[in-house]
């Protein structure tokens, strides 16, 4: 069994930052391509970022490029997301989720974690 375990959310003002973390365990991870998703109310969910485990392949949205930034520790199977210059716009849950192909498409991934919410006030 797959399981992702979501931390790191909370209210910030704008401007601010926070950083996601998403612990993965059950299955070894080094094939998975990890991502971050977020959807707002009222909304489809969107694709955020992704990172492959092997090598530095990287991907975002572009509503996030040059503020949001995708790592990961190996070491401790754990992705995290670094926000930065958070706007009201980036209010959503953030899931963090795993796949074998990974990239923009939210049906690409198979694991889902149970979401923790941004709110990024005005």
């Known amino acids: 069994q797959v399981q992702l375990v979501e931390s790191g959310g909370g209210l910030v003002q704008a401007g601010g930052s926070l950083r996601l973390s998403c612990a993965a365990s059950?299955?070894?991870?080094?094939?998975?391509?990890m991502g971050w998703l977020r959807q707002a109310p009222g909304k489809e969910r969107e694709f955020v970022a992704h990172?492959?485990?092997?090598?530095?392949?990287?991907g975002y949205a572009d509503s996030v490029k040059g503020r949001f930034t995708i790592s990961r520790d190996n070491a401790k199977n754990t992705v995290y997301l670094q926000m930065n210059s958070l706007k009201p716009e980036d209010t959503a849950v953030y899931y963090c989720?795993?796949?074998?192909?990974?990239?923009?498409?939210?049906?690409?991934?198979?694991?889902w974690g149970q979401g923790t919410q941004v709110t990024v006030s005005s």
């Open positions: 990172i492959r485990w092997r090598g530095a392949g990287t």
């Open positions: 059950g299955r070894t991870f080094t094939s998975y391509v």
């Open positions: 989720a795993a796949g074998w192909v990974g990239g923009p498409s939210t049906s690409s991934y198979d694991h």
